[in-house]
């Protein structure tokens, strides 16, 4: 087995290793996965009737299908899984170390493939009894492809019917290619969003051109499509702390042992995500230098210069970067990844009372960010102090929710770090009158991510896709000629020329439009493919609506369909772009607050856990507190991807809301223990 995975690392690809109990069962081992976050695989290898060439099937745990259709498929007579005698001569191991790895170690070989398995994120197989592997979908192709060359991938829930996609080629006619094409489109997704939601979730970021798989693990190449909604966060959270009198600035990625360990708390909190440069070319380096986690300690050494006197203040500076932070597990696109792009301010004060008004300041900019722009509802409040920023004074939070999965997810923070960092920093002041002792600089520090986006889609998306909010899409308005494919030139070239004059007519009106004039697709393959990506709105350009001077608009968000006359054009599609924005909010809005309850003691709360909601409870606001309601509230039936930490999913304080559901009353007791309840904090399981 080691030779295996010696090959798979010689393609420089990413193989990790998982070591566990001994299973007594395949389920069990299956079970093991998926509570650590990764799709279990099978391998199966087959005989066929008269042949020695080996069928290896490869397939998600998950994924039926009958061993008489993979013969049916590819044409073989009497396919039946292969005894242990046969396994072991072909590839000298045994039956029950099957893997997909073993491809390698015969030329020839059958290799039927799921597709879903390429496109999994993170999947896994037994290497022995205590100890398995996981690979990324994508890596395990690249596998396949050096050591088979060709190979089948298909949907195997098609395998009675459909033909493996590399089996024999066959020239068709162009427009049956066209109509191929569009039916692969039609189906789009291939997985329901209730039904397998991380599957939908990474098939949408993957179908949509969201996003790409890279060869390292827990690296994510943000395509064009997502970028553009990074770009739009950009500019508005940009413009407004600018008007705030905040100034952005670049500071290097690098930073130094000495100074990243100057506070104990802070460098606790992150030291497992640490990623380290120790050799620059064959050359150890003298000291080894941290890639930034976060950069209070790249920045603050340098406050220290910088500011001496009150004089010198406040310094406000952001900064749009990268950060790395070497997270080993469960790694997932946009919401953890081990390097990812956000803004961080870092700013110093002369008083307390500026520094916690700028905190509330960021945060409602936050709120703003996921409300108005992405549509998202979201619970500003303070974080626990077992939940705050390591090292900080105090740590307030936007936490949003995903209805689905009823899992919370923490949007952006905004900390006040209160002295400490300038005490260890020695970011000192004179008084105002030049005389008595120096003092510390009162220092906030806030960020917000790209994680914004996966958020986004996973409260939006539906079935057919993304769903994006006008305020953010890249394309607001996709216009659609329906004659494109037409045989009659004059009808097709006045139908584009039309398509082409609402677009400029609209951008002139500040909407972000796109004529498609591809005249190799048809408008069915065009509306499937904009309605896929979540654009907002479908303008369809027909000759009998231009007859009767209108035009067909179509919403994203909810399928509605309306005819828009051309001359109220201008004004009724900005208006329409603020109805869908507003809708989208409240349809979310309305999604969290029907799995949201109020409690006021124990009983219940395991149970509105597990029934998806998050619980509004009085609480004493002790950390005793807490741990205890996360080990009693501990599931260990689930099968879902379980963050390491928040171990068997265990519910956690999301915040404590601002906006109290009601004051606690006289006497009134913790909900979980007997200590005086102090206010009420919003609980759940979260990302």
């Given at each position: 087995?080691?030779?295996?995975?010696?090959k798979f690392?010689?393609?420089?690809?990413a193989?990790?290793k998982?070591?566990h109990?001994e299973?007594?069962?395949f389920?069990e081992?299956a079970g093991?996965l998926?509570s650590?976050g990764i799709?279990p695989l099978?391998?199966l290898v087959l005989k066929?009737?008269?042949s020695?060439?080996p069928?290896?099937?490869?397939?998600l745990?998950s994924?039926p299908?009958?061993?008489s259709?993979v013969g049916?498929t590819?044409g073989?007579?009497?396919a039946?899984?292969?005894?242990?005698?046969?396994v072991?001569?072909l590839?000298?191991?045994?039956?029950?170390d099957?893997n997909?790895?073993?491809v390698s170690l015969q030329?020839e070989?059958?290799?039927?493939?799921?597709?879903?398995?390429l496109?999994?994120?993170?999947?896994?197989f037994r290497?022995?009894g205590?100890?398995?592997?996981?690979?990324s979908?994508?890596?395990?192709k690249?596998?396949f492809?050096?050591?088979q060359g060709?190979?089948?991938?298909m949907?195997?829930?098609?395998?009675?019917a459909?033909k493996p996609?590399?089996k024999?080629?066959?020239?068709?006619?162009k427009?049956?290619?066209?109509?191929?094409?569009?039916?692969e489109?039609?189906?789009?997704l291939t997985?329901?969003?209730?039904?397998?939601?991380?599957?939908?979730y990474s098939?949408?970021l993957?179908?949509?051109e969201m996003m790409?798989?890279?060869?390292?693990?827990?690296?994510?190449i943000?395509r064009p499509?997502a970028?553009?909604i990074?770009?739009?966060?950009?500019k508005?959270?940009?413009?407004?702390i600018?008007?705030l009198?905040?100034e952005d600035c670049?500071f290097?990625?690098f930073?130094?042992?000495?100074?990243?360990?100057?506070?104990?708390?802070?460098?606790?909190?992150?030291?497992?995500?640490?990623?380290?440069?120790t050799?620059a070319?064959?050359?150890?380096?003298?000291?080894p230098?941290a890639?930034?986690?976060t950069s209070?300690?790249v920045m603050?050494?340098?406050y220290?210069?910088w500011?001496?006197?009150?004089?010198?203040l406040?310094?406000?500076?952001n900064?749009w970067?990268?950060?790395?932070?070497?997270?080993?597990?469960?790694?997932?696109?946009?919401?953890?990844t081990?390097e990812f792009?956000w803004?961080e301010?870092?700013?110093a004060?002369?008083?307390k009372?500026?520094?916690d008004?700028e905190?509330?300041e960021?945060?409602?900019?936050?709120?703003?960010v996921?409300?108005?722009?992405?549509a998202v509802?979201v619970?500003?409040g303070v974080?626990?102090?077992?939940?705050?920023?390591?090292g900080g004074l105090?740590?307030?939070?936007?936490?949003?929710?995903?209805p689905?999965?009823?899992?919370?997810i923490?949007?952006?923070?905004?900390?006040?770090?209160?002295?400490?960092?300038?005490k260890?920093f020695?970011i000192?002041?004179?008084s105002e009158?030049?005389?008595?002792?120096?003092?510390?600089v009162?220092?906030n520090s806030w960020g917000?991510?790209?994680?914004?986006?996966?958020?986004m889609v996973?409260?939006?998306g539906?079935d057919?896709g993304?769903?994006?909010p006008?305020?953010v899409a890249?394309v607001?308005?996709v216009?659609?000629?329906l004659g494109?494919?037409?045989?009659n030139?004059?009808?097709?070239d006045?139908?584009?020329?039309k398509?082409?004059e609402?677009?400029?007519?609209?951008?002139?009106?500040?909407?972000?439009?796109?004529?498609?004039?591809?005249d190799?697709y048809?408008?069915?393959?065009?509306?499937?493919?904009?309605?896929?990506?979540?654009?907002?709105?479908?303008i369809?350009v027909?000759?009998?609506d231009?007859?009767?001077?209108?035009?067909?608009v179509v919403?994203r968000?909810?399928?509605q369909?309306?005819?828009?006359?051309?001359?109220?054009?201008?004004?009724?599609?900005?208006?329409?772009?603020?109805?869908?924005?507003?809708?989208m909010f409240?349809?979310?809005y309305e999604a969290?607050?029907?799995q949201n309850?109020?409690?006021?003691s124990?009983?219940?709360?395991?149970?509105?856990?597990?029934?998806k909601?998050?619980v509004?409870?009085?609480w004493?606001?002790?950390?005793?507190?807490?741990?205890?309601v996360?080990?009693r509230?501990?599931?260990t039936?689930s099968?879902?991807?379980?963050d390491?930490?928040a171990?068997s999913?265990?519910?956690?304080?999301?915040c404590i809301?601002?906006?109290?559901?009601q004051?606690v009353k006289?006497?009134?007791k913790c909900?979980?223990?007997?200590?005086?309840?102090?206010?009420?904090c919003?609980w759940?399981?979260?990302?």
């Amino acid at each position: 087995m080691d030779s295996l995975i010696a090959k798979f690392k010689d393609l420089s690809l990413a193989l990790e290793k998982l070591e566990h109990k001994e299973p007594e069962s395949f389920q069990e081992w299956a079970g093991i996965l998926s509570s650590n976050g990764i799709v279990p695989l099978k391998t199966l290898v087959l005989k066929a009737s008269k042949s020695t060439v080996p069928i290896v099937v490869v397939s998600l745990e998950s994924t039926p299908f009958q061993i008489s259709q993979v013969g049916k498929t590819l044409g073989l007579k009497e396919a039946r899984v292969a005894n242990e005698q046969f396994v072991k001569e072909l590839f000298s191991i045994e039956k029950l170390d099957v893997n997909p790895l073993i491809v390698s170690l015969q030329e020839e070989v059958t290799l039927l493939v799921d597709h879903l398995v390429l496109e999994q994120p993170k999947i896994g197989f037994r290497l022995s009894g205590t100890e398995s592997a996981f690979v990324s979908g994508q890596d395990l192709k690249q596998y396949f492809e050096k050591y088979q060359g060709t190979y089948s991938a298909m949907d195997f829930s098609q395998l009675g019917a459909a033909k493996p996609v590399e089996k024999k080629k066959e020239e068709k006619p162009k427009k049956e290619e066209k109509q191929s094409d569009e039916k692969e489109v039609q189906i789009g997704l291939t997985v329901k969003k209730d039904e397998d939601f991380s599957l939908w979730y990474s098939q949408v970021l993957l179908r949509t051109e969201m996003m790409d798989y890279y060869d390292i693990s827990g690296c994510y190449i943000i395509r064009p499509w997502a970028y553009a909604i990074w770009k739009e966060i950009q500019k508005f959270f940009g413009g407004e702390i600018e008007e705030l009198g905040v100034e952005d600035c670049y500071f290097p990625m690098f930073v130094s042992e000495r100074s990243l360990n100057k506070e104990k708390d802070h460098i606790e909190g992150f030291s497992p995500e640490v990623a380290w440069v120790t050799k620059a070319g064959q050359s150890d380096l003298a000291e080894p230098i941290a890639v930034r986690p976060t950069s209070e300690t790249v920045m603050y050494p340098y406050y220290s210069n910088w500011i001496r006197s009150h004089r010198d203040l406040p310094l406000r500076l952001n900064q749009w970067c990268n950060v790395v932070r070497w997270e080993f597990k469960h790694a997932q696109p946009f919401l953890r990844t081990r390097e990812f792009l956000w803004q961080e301010g870092h700013t110093a004060f002369a008083t307390k009372e500026e520094s916690d008004k700028e905190v509330l300041e960021i945060l409602e900019l936050y709120r703003r960010v996921y409300e108005e722009l992405l549509a998202v509802p979201v619970v500003p409040g303070v974080k626990s102090e077992k939940e705050k920023f390591a090292g900080g004074l105090y740590t307030t939070t936007v936490e949003g929710f995903i209805p689905t999965t009823g899992r919370a997810i923490q949007g952006a923070t905004s900390h006040c770090l209160g002295q400490n960092f300038s005490k260890m920093f020695n970011i000192l002041i004179d008084s105002e009158t030049g005389e008595g002792a120096r003092s510390n600089v009162w220092q906030n520090s806030w960020g917000l991510t790209t994680r914004t986006i996966g958020v986004m889609v996973m409260v939006h998306g539906d079935d057919k896709g993304l769903v994006l909010p006008p305020r953010v899409a890249s394309v607001q308005v996709v216009i659609v000629p329906l004659g494109a494919a037409a045989k009659n030139v004059e009808l097709r070239d006045s139908l584009n020329k039309k398509a082409q004059e609402l677009q400029q007519q609209l951008k002139t009106k500040g909407v972000r439009a796109k004529a498609d004039l591809r005249d190799n697709y048809t408008a069915g393959y065009k509306f499937n493919h904009w309605e896929l990506r979540g654009v907002p709105l479908r303008i369809e350009v027909g000759p009998r609506d231009l007859a009767k001077n209108e035009v067909r608009v179509v919403r994203r968000d909810n399928g509605q369909a309306q005819q828009v006359s051309l001359d109220a054009l201008e004004q009724a599609i900005p208006t329409l772009l603020e109805t869908v924005q507003k809708d989208m909010f409240q349809k979310a809005y309305e999604a969290r607050q029907k799995q949201n309850v109020i409690l006021e003691s124990w009983d219940g709360f395991v149970d509105a856990l597990n029934k998806k909601c998050t619980v509004l409870a009085p609480w004493c606001e002790r950390v005793e507190c807490e741990e205890e309601v996360k080990e009693r509230s501990a599931r260990t039936d689930s099968d879902e991807e379980v963050d390491e930490r928040a171990p068997s999913m265990g519910a956690k304080t999301l915040c404590i809301p601002f906006k109290q559901p009601q004051a606690v009353k006289d006497g009134q007791k913790c909900f979980q223990c007997e200590h005086p309840a102090k206010r009420y904090c919003l609980w759940g399981r979260s990302y």
